[in-house]
């Protein structure tokens, strides 16, 4: 089957549809064991300093996986230097295909976008239908795993990180995925519950810091809420493929997002959030927003380059627990 490389969430039922393996990039990235080296293979074939580190790791994986020979790249409602990223694979030999989502929510151009991305592998709308129903019946899976991370206090911050991101691409075999998902939920049937003084909830793209929810727990803070990660498993009730990527927040305003993160803070009972903001990004500027729409404490920490926390940060969060405490 083929690999097909994707650059954040798409419509992964219509790739599922044509018969291909989704592989999220960024996934294949963060887990490689390998980030300082990929980040530094960009840098020598050209990349600037002054660039986020989650686009040359994407860059790097395709390079290194050869078996990835066509890449969807979201040009609009993610990264800007996805521009620049496309066109530099496409020097490699690498086949793009452009996806947007239109930033009003327009329905219409949403719908078109998925049309042409189903143009491209071949599928009709029941078969998107059908791959859809499949995806839905394994997100609900994961759907129990972050009820039992802010109700049962039975998932760790992590492990609520882990489960949600992988429903992006569901690890390249959803059936795998969730025989994953069911046997790791029949454990937490018997877990004790792992309760801590502070309640965290987390807000930003995933940290490129691997190391951030087990520092935060070291600390007595727990994460009980990844906003962007928690979007990836589509949370919505609807039996429609449009309605439900214009219901998903990520690429799209600011305004919406932070009525999902409001309702989220009182329904988990959250202390304080965590917002973090990647390096050279431009939603770093939304942090101005978010600071006058929330109503309890924000700290927002600033992520360069993998794997660890710098002493600073650390510094930050010590002084930012010990006060909600």
């Not at 600037?48 to 040359?56: D, F, G, H, L, T």
């Not at 917002?275 to 500027?285: E, K, V, W």
């Amino acid at each position: 089957m083929p690999r097909v490389g994707i650059t954040t969430t798409i419509p992964v039922e219509v790739v599922i549809a044509g018969g291909c393996i989704p592989v999220d990039l960024n996934n294949l990235f963060i887990t490689s064991g390998r980030t300082q080296d990929m980040i530094e293979e960009a840098e020598l074939a050209g990349y600037p300093r002054n660039i986020c580190a989650w686009i040359k790791g994407i860059y790097s994986a395709v390079i290194r996986n050869r078996g990835i020979d066509m890449l969807i790249a979201v040009t609009q409602g993610d990264c800007s230097n996805t521009h620049a990223l496309m066109e530099t694979l496409s020097l490699e030999g690498v086949k793009i295909i452009p996806f947007a989502y239109p930033f009003d929510r327009d329905r219409d151009m949403l719908r078109l976008q998925i049309e042409k991305l189903m143009s491209v592998f071949g599928v009709d709308w029941e078969q998107v239908r059908r791959a859809k129903d499949d995806l839905d019946r394994v997100r609900k899976l994961v759907w129990q795993v972050d009820e039992h991370t802010w109700k049962g206090n039975r998932v760790r911050g992590l492990e609520n990180h882990l489960w949600q991101v992988s429903c992006s691409d569901f690890n390249g075999n959803p059936e795998a995925f969730a025989a994953e998902v069911q046997q790791y939920l029949d454990h937490l049937e018997k877990a004790p519950e792992t309760e801590a003084p502070v309640r965290l909830g987390y807000i930003g793209v995933p940290p490129v810091m691997t190391d951030l929810y087990d520092y935060l727990e070291s600390r007595g803070a727990r994460v009980v809420f990844n906003e962007v990660q928690r979007q990836f498993t589509m949370p919505f009730d609807t039996r429609d493929i449009v309605e439900q990527y214009a219901c998903y927040t990520y690429p799209y305003d600011i305004f919406t997002r932070l009525e999902d993160i409001i309702c989220e803070i009182e329904k988990r009972n959250i202390h304080g959030l965590i917002h973090y903001a990647q390096s050279f990004c431009y939603r770093q500027i939304q942090d101005l927003i978010i600071r006058r729409k929330i109503d309890i404490p924000v700290l927002t920490i600033e992520g360069d380059r993998p794997p660890h926390l710098d002493a600073r940060t650390k510094m930050r969060i010590d002084a930012f627990v010990e006060m909600l405490r």
